[in-house]
């Protein structure tokens, strides 16, 4: 019998055939909401009450199976493959469970109290989501619990993916005046995210146009990344990014992510970059769907007019994934791997696939990374007014986020409102960086 919770439980049905919407809407009277999608006609649904046999048979529907705690863990947590970076300093395990949005956070937490199970992060309890810390033999009894929709370890924690662009992806064309045949294209008013690990104010090449809320120190990686995208070249023009009279806001890397709404409604952020990623170096987690490329899927649905991008990672030369020719799926898990984010891998100056990026297919069988840009030797700024040399499609990733601030910034001079930026540069690729 399936355990209720706040008077409602969850399992699956199977259909005939995918319910019109006026059996959705019979459904839905009758105390069944539809929820996720699932193969053959299935789908997760939440019963607010217990269902009627001839409301079931009147819509087609043919098979009600309950939902094992196994069925909604990740497969390592399923198998008792604990990694170290989960264990937290209590001896428990970091998990991350998501949960349906038939249950309100309140019964959420309660039913979490009620097992024992401290909440131990929520900032994107927005997107039904929550850290909590367990021992091993509470995983499964927790993953059977009505409310929860899926369990897995706690991300790893994000990892910088360090290892003449402007001029080889002709962004020197487009920022030059119009008089000398360029486009003059600054990114002027556009406002552009990077999360990264570095505090950028300690350079010249951003003043006056940062909205600072990132580390506390000036690292090389951080200060590297925001010049590509948008750096003035006040020291030496050579350097300049590629959208160098943007507006930057200054993250430590993933607080992007947690603070976009923010930032959408305050200052109107259109890309943000993220040259970071999660677990690196790891063929079983390359490629895998989880709660991060979850949140970053709704995120693209609640905030449409904004454009994550990310680096596809450093792993091509590093991993072997067998069955898969060397360098292939590789792609980073999580951030990566999510389904609405513009990943970059990067390119040598003769336009071949750097040795070190990382590439595609994830594991359910997508393409990434879906465009590629200059990464190796790229010069940028560096801290106390420097500039230096660095490799990685973490540099790939800011010369595509600065070419998308100039391609907003060109849709506004025609009065064009993108409807999806992504789509645009997967269509035309040679167009956006060749111009």
Not at 193 to 212: A, E, K, M, T
């Amino acid at each position: 019998s399936a355990r209720w919770v706040g008077g409602k439980t969850t399992a699956i049905l199977q259909f005939t055939t995918i319910p019109s919407l006026s059996q959705r809407r019979d459904l839905a009277a009758a105390g069944m909401e539809l929820l996720e999608y699932i193969p053959r006609n299935s789908y997760v649904v939440s019963f607010s009450k217990q269902p009627e046999l001839s409301v079931l048979q009147r819509n087609q529907a043919i098979a009600l199976v309950s939902i094992g705690g196994k069925q909604k863990m990740s497969a390592p947590l399923g198998k008792g493959e604990f990694p170290s970076y989960a264990r937290a300093s209590s001896g428990n395990w970091k998990c991350w469970i998501s949960f349906f949005k038939t249950f309100t956070k309140e019964e959420v937490r309660a039913g979490l109290t009620r097992l024992n199970i401290p909440v131990t992060f929520s900032d994107y309890e927005p997107y039904s989501i929550l850290g909590v810390e367990l021992n091993a033999e509470l995983a499964e009894q927790l993953a059977a619990e009505p409310f929860v929709e899926y369990i897995q370890f706690a991300p790893h924690g994000d990892q910088s993916l360090n290892l003449i662009s402007r001029t080889n992806a002709k962004g020197n064309v487009l920022n030059a005046a119009s008089a000398v045949g360029g486009f003059d294209l600054k990114g002027q008013n556009v406002v552009v995210g990077v999360g990264d690990d570095s505090d950028p104010q300690y350079h010249i090449d951003f003043s006056g146009r940062l909205i600072n809320h990132g580390s506390v120190v000036a690292a090389n990686h951080g200060t590297h990344v925001n010049g590509t995208v948008g750096g003035a070249g006040n020291i030496l023009q050579d350097y300049q990014g590629y959208a160098p009279r943007s507006t930057l806001i200054s993250q430590y890397f993933s607080g992007i992510v947690i603070n976009a709404p923010n930032y959408v409604a305050d200052h109107n952020m259109v890309v943000a970059n993220n040259s970071y990623g999660d677990v690196t170096g790891d063929c079983d987690y390359a490629g895998t769907y989880d709660l991060i490329s979850r949140i970053m899927d709704l995120q693209a649905i609640q905030l449409p007019h904004l454009q994550h991008v990310f680096a596809s990672g450093n792993d091509g030369a590093v991993l072997n994934c067998s069955p898969y020719p060397a360098s292939f799926k590789t792609v980073l898990g999580a951030y990566q791997s999510s389904k609405n984010v513009l990943v970059v891998g990067s390119t040598e100056k003769n336009f071949s696939i750097s040795s070190f990026s990382s590439r595609g297919p994830v594991k359910d069988g997508r393409t990434k990374p879906e465009i590629m840009s200059y990464g190796r030797f790229l010069i940028s700024t560096y801290p106390n007014n420097a500039y230096g040399f660095s490799s990685g499609t973490s540099m790939a990733a800011p010369a595509v986020s600065g070419g998308l601030a100039l391609l907003y910034e060109r849709y506004r001079q025609l009065n064009i409102e993108p409807a999806s930026i992504n789509r645009h540069v997967e269509q035309y690729p040679l167009f956006y960086f060749f111009c």
